[in-house]
Nanobody, 120 residues
Framework: VQLQASGGGLVQAGGSLRLSCAAS????????MGWYRQAPGKQRELVAT???????NYADSVKGRFTISRDSAKNTVSLQMNSLQPEDTAVYYC???????????????WGQGTQVTVSS
């Protein structure tokens, strides 16, 4: 299984970006999906998660500005980021729990990161 993240880049404060992460491989079902980020010198932190049922959870710092969504048919998870601020600058990682056709649940599967830089 591979996770391919895209959509990062450089944006001015107040701008928007949309991140996408596509999973490929022998996936029976996508379970919890999420986005995390890691700024230089800081620990990786949760940004947002979404369950298979569509329940979402957000870090307080992004509530009202970021929206996570998923397309289970396409095995993708997206993060719409609005009103970006310099403190949102980080490498963003997608993360998921998934189940194989043999019924094995894999937790905390990480994709490669995508850089988001917000200039002031």
């Amino acid at each position: 299984v591979q996770l391919q993240a895209s959509g990062g880049g450089l944006v001015q404060a107040g701008g928007s970006l949309r991140l996408s992460c596509a999973a490929s491989g022998s996936i029976f079902s996508m379970d919890r999906m999420g986005w995390y980020r890691q700024a230089p010198g800081k620990q990786r932190e949760l940004v947002a998660t979404i369950t298979s049922g569509g329940s979402t959870n957000y870090a307080d710092s992004v509530k009202g500005r970021f929206t996570i969504s998923r397309d289970s048919a396409k095995n993708t998870v997206s993060l719409q980021m609005n009103s970006l601020q310099p403190e949102d600058t980080a490498v963003y990682y997608c993360n998921l729990d998934w189940t194989s056709y043999s019924g094995i649940l894999y937790r905390n599967y990480w994709g490669q990161g995508t850089q988001v830089t917000v200039s002031s």
